[in-house]
Antibody, heavy 125, light 107 residues
């Protein structure tokens, strides 16, 4: 079964750190870009960061640049998000997702076809 | 960052109705757009990718269209399980950006 399972969420003080993990199973992990999304309580979805299958490229939303680091360990079939210098506005459910990536012969398109169940991060004093 | 504007932000509809949700991009994004459905407490579920391609396993009552700056998601013959929040997501450039969501409620 194709599956993603997040872990590592919790409550942390402002300025603190957390490391989120996403364990993949049922597919060839190294073949896929992987992405982190988040959703603040009662709010919409936000794309946070992604990383290429071999780990050689990554991108971030401006609001987390310099504070969050995405990484992966293909041998362990795991995706990570290191969250540093946390702020109250980082409070959210964090989801990892697989990018199935569709190519129409000319362009590539994101296809977020597998998602984890989410892990809650609460930043509060 | 590209801004994605969805409308309406919410709507009420009955089972069997046809519903149309619109997403407008602040600049041209070719057909680089997906639609996602989210139910309370659950992860999003992919419906449409590349503007008009139906994801495997998604009922054919869902369809997407558009290119450039104007996109639509249509749900024909709304079913009870379709009451949810719907989001568009552009993948034309980074950072990827979502519309603010459209909540489809039961009339």
């Amino acid at each position: 079964e194709v599956q993603l399972v997040e872990s590592g969420g919790g409550s942390v003080l402002p300025g603190g750190s957390l490391r989120l993990s996403c364990a993949a199973s049922g597919f060839t992990f190294t073949n896929y870009w992987m992405t982190w999304f988040r959703q603040a309580p009662g709010q919409g979805l936000e794309w946070v960061a992604n990383i290429k299958g071999d780990g050689s490229q990554n991108y971030y939303v401006d609001s987390v640049k310099g504070r969050f680091t995405i990484s992966r360990d293909n041998a362990k079939r795991s995706l990570y998000l290191q969250l540093n210098s946390l702020r109250a506005e980082d409070t959210a459910v964090y989801y990892c997702a697989r990018d199935g990536n569709y190519h129409d012969g000319r362009y590539y398109y994101d296809v977020f076809d597998v998602w984890g169940q989410g892990t809650m991060v609460t930043v509060s004093s | 960052a590209i801004q994605m504007t969805q409308s309406p932000s919410s709507l009420s509809a009955s089972v069997g109705d046809t519903v149309t949700i619109t997403c407008r991009a602040s600049q041209g994004i070719r057909s680089d757009l997906g639609w996602y459905q989210q139910k309370p407490g659950k992860a999003p579920n992919l419906l449409i990718y590349a503007a008009s391609n139906l994801q495997s396993g998604v009922p054919s009552r869902f369809s997407g269209s558009g290119s450039g700056t104007h996109f639509t998601l249509t749900i024909n013959s709304l079913q009870p399980e379709d009451f949810a929040t719907y989001y568009c997501l552009q993948d034309y450039n980074y950072p990827r950006t979502f519309g603010q969501g459209t909540k489809v409620e039961i009339k």
